[in-house]
């Protein structure tokens, strides 16, 4: 069974970046897509990018030049990295696979961006 | 952007009920749309894709329809575990947004 499992720090002050990692079982991340998902404080919920099974990537325009993600295909894990992060950027933050629809996802981390 | 409006916002039903959720978007979408449930401190669950296809181990009591920009997530007789937050998807763009959320909640 494909499992996703997201870590990484709840508390990031702002102006600084926030790291997650998105640790893959039962499903090799050198197929398919793989991407981040956050959801705001009162629901929103918004895709922020993917990564291919060949390394490329895809990202929401709205987060410009601040987002980035990576992968280490050894450990089948794949990174998020989100820079110079506000208030507005607190929120639950997902992996999931993506098919056209997102059909696995992780538990998800709850990031709280405050000084 | 392709913008998913979903109505109502909350939905007060008494288990046993039948309802139907919707999901209107800005542009046509063809069949587009996947259908998502959030239960409290979980994470999101794949109920429908492509509009109207199932996905394995998802009650037959969920079904979804619809094409272009108007789409609807049924639920024939509500039951307890049901009780949750019910977002849709497109992914026709490939800037994927998510629609607002529909809150079904007891009466």
């Known amino acids: 069974e494909v499992q996703l499992q997201e870590s990484g720090p709840g508390l990031v002050k702002p102006s600084q970046s926030l790291s997650l990692t998105c640790s893959v079982t039962?499903?090799?991340?050198?197929?398919?897509?793989w991407g981040w998902i956050r959801k705001f404080p009162g629901n929103k919920m918004e895709w922020m990018g993917y990564i291919s099974y060949s390394g490329s990537t895809s990202y929401n325009p709205s987060l410009k030049s601040r987002i980035s993600i990576t992968r280490d295909t050894s450990k089948n894990q794949f990174f998020l990295q989100l820079n110079s992060v506000t208030t507005e950027d607190t929120a639950t933050y997902y992996c999931?696979?993506?098919?056209?629809?997102?059909?696995?996802w992780g538990q998800g981390v709850m990031v709280t961006v405050s000084s | 952007n392709i913008v998913l409006t979903q109505s109502p916002a909350t939905l007060s039903v008494t288990p046993g009920e039948s309802v139907s959720l919707s999901c209107r978007a800005s542009?046509?979408?063809?069949?587009?749309i996947h259908w998502y449930q959030q239960k409290s401190n979980e994470s999101p669950r794949l109920l429908i894709k492509?509009?109207?296809q199932s996905i394995s181990g998802i009650p037959s009591r969920f079904s979804g329809s619809g094409s272009g920009t108007d789409f609807t997530l049924s639920i024939n007789r509500v039951e307890s575990e049901d009780f949750s937050i019910y977002y849709c998807q497109q992914s026709y763009s490939s800037l994927y947004t998510f629609g607002s959320g529909t809150k079904l909640e007891i009466k």
């Open positions: 999931a696979r993506f098919m056209g629809p997102f059909d696995y």
């Open positions: 542009q046509s979408i063809s069949t587009s």
């Open positions: 039962g499903y090799s991340i050198t197929s398919n897509y």
């Open positions: 492509y509009a109207s």
